[in-house]
């Protein structure tokens, strides 16, 4: 039942992440940078000490009494990650829903199974699996094929992504995707899904909050809640820094009081995305607190949310008029990038 439910919980998790990009279509007359810094006050500063007060009384203690290793690489892969988390906003700008979270989710799928054995091997510790050790174990050998597999679905992905440039006119491109950019959303969304890869090793550094919640008797289900905390703390500098910076650049900082603008639907939208972007990650944390593999976890997460992004890429009509050839191609991608979650997903489980 455990399991199911954890399935369940990480279901709805990718739900919530394939779908938080949705309301800031709604929102009008605001350049991105102005609505992206408004749903992250929610996604980063408001929501999660929210959420922690409500699941896990006291958590302000867990946090003050932690190690200053654990809030500084808590809070370094929160900074890392902000970074990935940023240019996904900019991936998805420049590629749509569908394309778009194909390419940062594969890529933040397999290098998040792969980069911590390569620093292992760097920095041997014990109990640690390195580069080495994956190579020559079955498990590991499993997961590198994931890895490979999911390589080749980006390429493929790519591929459709450069058929649908060349196949449409300019304005049929726009009509799908408002600003799209192959050359611009490949690259952002490459660095984008190598960085996002840093939220999950942010809970792992974060665990020994997690840990002090559960020996306090507080309930397990919700002990990544307190770890949140800081990690996002991270996500929120990067982020801010930057839109204050696009504000400045772009004259925008007038956005948020334009009365020319639907000002209350324009903060309601960008706040509901912001809301439903971290509740990917609360009910993430349910699900691992199920499935009790954090690695599987955040493969499964990562195969949800790309299955719930193409849905709305294709609800979306992000696709209307291309060919059979690259419509083909862009299904035989994500197929390819589903099956190598699955795979490294099974190697972590016979782990």
């Given at each position: 039942?455990?399991?199911?439910?954890?399935?369940i919980?990480?279901?709805i998790g990718?739900?919530?992440?394939?779908?938080?990009?949705?309301?800031?279509?709604?929102v009008?007359?605001?350049?991105?940078?102005s609505?992206?810094?408004?749903g992250?006050?929610f996604?980063?500063l408001?929501?999660?000490?929210?959420?922690?007060?409500?699941?896990?009384?006291?958590f302000q203690?867990?946090?003050?009494?932690?190690?200053?290793?654990?809030l500084?690489?808590?809070?370094?892969?929160g900074?890392l990650?902000g970074?990935?988390?940023?240019?996904?906003?900019?991936?998805?700008?420049?590629?749509?829903?569908?394309?778009?979270?194909?390419v940062?989710?594969?890529?933040?799928?397999?290098?998040?199974?792969?980069v911590?054995s390569?620093?292992?091997?760097?920095?041997?510790?014990?109990?640690?699996?390195?580069?080495?050790?994956?190579?020559?174990?079955?498990?590991?050998?499993?997961?590198?094929l994931?890895?490979?597999?999911c390589?080749?679905g980006?390429?493929i992905c790519?591929?459709?992504?450069?058929?649908k440039?060349?196949?449409?006119p300019?304005?049929?491109?726009?009509?799908?995707?408002?600003?799209?950019?192959?050359?611009?959303?490949?690259?952002?969304?490459?660095?984008?899904?190598?960085?996002?890869a840093?939220f999950?090793?942010?809970?792992?550094?974060g665990k020994?909050?997690?840990?002090a919640?559960?020996?306090?008797?507080?309930?397990?289900?919700?002990?990544?809640?307190?770890?949140?905390?800081?990690?996002?703390?991270?996500?929120?500098?990067?982020?801010?820094?930057w839109?204050?910076?696009?504000?400045?650049?772009?004259?925008?900082?007038?956005?948020?009081?334009?009365?020319?603008?639907?000002?209350?639907?324009?903060?309601?939208?960008s706040?509901?995305?912001?809301?439903?972007?971290?509740?990917q990650?609360?009910?993430?944390?349910m699900?691992?607190?199920?499935?009790g593999?954090?690695?599987?976890?955040?493969?499964?997460?990562?195969a949800?949310?790309?299955?719930i992004?193409?849905?709305?890429?294709?609800?979306?009509?992000e696709?209307?008029?291309?060919?059979?050839?690259?419509?083909?191609?862009?299904?035989?991608?994500?197929?390819?990038?589903?099956?190598?979650?699955?795979?490294?997903g099974?190697?972590?489980?016979?782990?």
């Amino acid at each position: 039942m455990g399991i199911i439910l954890g399935i369940i919980f990480h279901f709805i998790g990718g739900f919530a992440s394939g779908s938080f990009y949705m309301p800031f279509r709604k929102v009008k007359g605001w350049n991105w940078e102005s609505y992206w810094i408004i749903g992250g006050l929610f996604s980063w500063l408001i929501v999660p000490p929210l959420a922690a007060w409500l699941t896990l009384p006291g958590f302000q203690d867990i946090i003050a009494s932690a190690g200053v290793d654990v809030l500084r690489w808590t809070f370094t892969f929160g900074v890392l990650w902000g970074i990935g988390g940023l240019t996904y906003g900019l991936g998805v700008r420049y590629l749509g829903m569908s394309l778009g979270n194909s390419v940062v989710l594969g890529f933040c799928s397999a290098f998040g199974a792969i980069v911590p054995s390569i620093y292992y091997s760097i920095e041997p510790t014990p109990g640690k699996t390195s580069l080495l050790e994956m190579a020559t174990t079955t498990w590991g050998q499993v997961v590198l094929l994931g890895v490979a597999l999911c390589l080749l679905g980006i390429y493929i992905c790519g591929r459709a992504g450069w058929l649908k440039e060349h196949e449409l006119p300019e304005d049929a491109k726009k009509a799908s995707v408002a600003e799209f950019s192959l050359t611009k959303g490949l690259a952002v969304a490459i660095t984008s899904g190598v960085l996002s890869a840093c939220f999950n090793f942010g809970i792992e550094a974060g665990k020994p909050m997690a840990e002090a919640a559960v020996a306090k008797g507080l309930n397990p289900l919700y002990q990544n809640n307190v770890t949140y905390v800081v990690l996002l703390w991270g996500g929120l500098l990067t982020n801010l820094i930057w839109s204050v910076l696009l504000n400045a650049r772009n004259k925008s900082f007038g956005d948020y009081i334009k009365k020319d603008t639907p000002l209350a639907g324009n903060y309601f939208f960008s706040a509901l995305a912001g809301t439903t972007w971290f509740l990917q990650f609360f009910f993430y944390g349910m699900g691992e607190s199920k499935l009790g593999n954090g690695a599987s976890s955040w493969i499964l997460h990562m195969a949800f949310i790309i299955l719930i992004a193409n849905v709305w890429g294709i609800t979306l009509r992000e696709w209307k008029g291309v060919s059979r050839k690259a419509l083909t191609t862009f299904y035989v991608g994500i197929a390819t990038i589903i099956l190598s979650v699955l795979v490294v997903g099974y190697g972590n489980s016979i782990k």
